[in-house]
C-alpha cells in the first residue's frame, strides 16, 4: 500500500510566477489561444463545465488562496482518494498531448503546508528548499 495521500497532474515548464501549470490551467490555456479543435473545444467546455459544478473552486472559499504575495506558490493538489475527478483528468491529458504540452502526474504525501483544504482537494504552498515534495 502507497502512502501517497495527494496527486497533482502539472506541466513540466516553470511559469513566469516560478511555478508548474496545472493540468487545468494548461488546457485553459490553449482554449484561450483557440488551439483547440471544435471537438477538443467541446470536451474542454463540458469537462470545466462538470469541475465547476461538482467540485469547489478554492478561490470562492477564500479569495485569498492563489495570492501570490499572501501564499507565494500556491497550488492544488487532489486527495489521492478522489478517484472520480482523478479519473476525468485523462481526456485533458489526451488533449495536451495532441498539442504537445507536456503534463506529470506526480504524487506526494507531504506535498506543503496546507491553506486550503476541502473533501477532495487541498491547495498547499511549497516547502521551502524543495521540501519533502520535491517536485523535479
Known amino acids: 500500500m502507497s502512502d501517497t495521500s495527494y496527486v497533482r497532474f502539472q506541466g513540466t515548464v516553470r511559469s513566469p510566477r516560478g511555478h508548474f501549470p496545472g493540468v487545468f490551467a494548461l488546457a485553459n490555456g490553449l482554449a484561450r489561444a483557440g488551439r483547440l479543435s471544435d471537438e477538443e473545444h467541446r470536451f474542454w467546455r463540458a469537462g ?11 478561490s470562492d472559499v ?6 501570490p504575495e499572501l501564499n507565494p506558490g ?13 479519473a476525468r483528468v485523462d481526456g485533458y491529458l489526451k488533449i ?9 502526474r506526480i504524487e506526494s ?28
Open 109 to 136: 504525501s507531504n506535498p506543503g503546508k496546507i491553506i486550503y483544504e476541502d473533501p477532495d482537494q487541498v491547495v498547499v504552498t511549497p516547502w521551502p528548499h524543495h521540501g519533502a515534495a520535491q517536485q523535479e
Open 62 to 67: 477564500d479569495p485569498s488562496v492563489y495570492d
Open 74 to 86: 500556491a497550488v492544488a493538489w487532489f486527495k489521492a482518494t478522489s478517484l472520480e475527478l482523478i
Open 48 to 58: 470545466n463545465d462538470w469541475f465547476n459544478a461538482n467540485y469547489a473552486n478554492p
Open 96 to 104: 495536451l498531448a495532441l498539442h504537445e504540452v507536456a503534463c506529470e
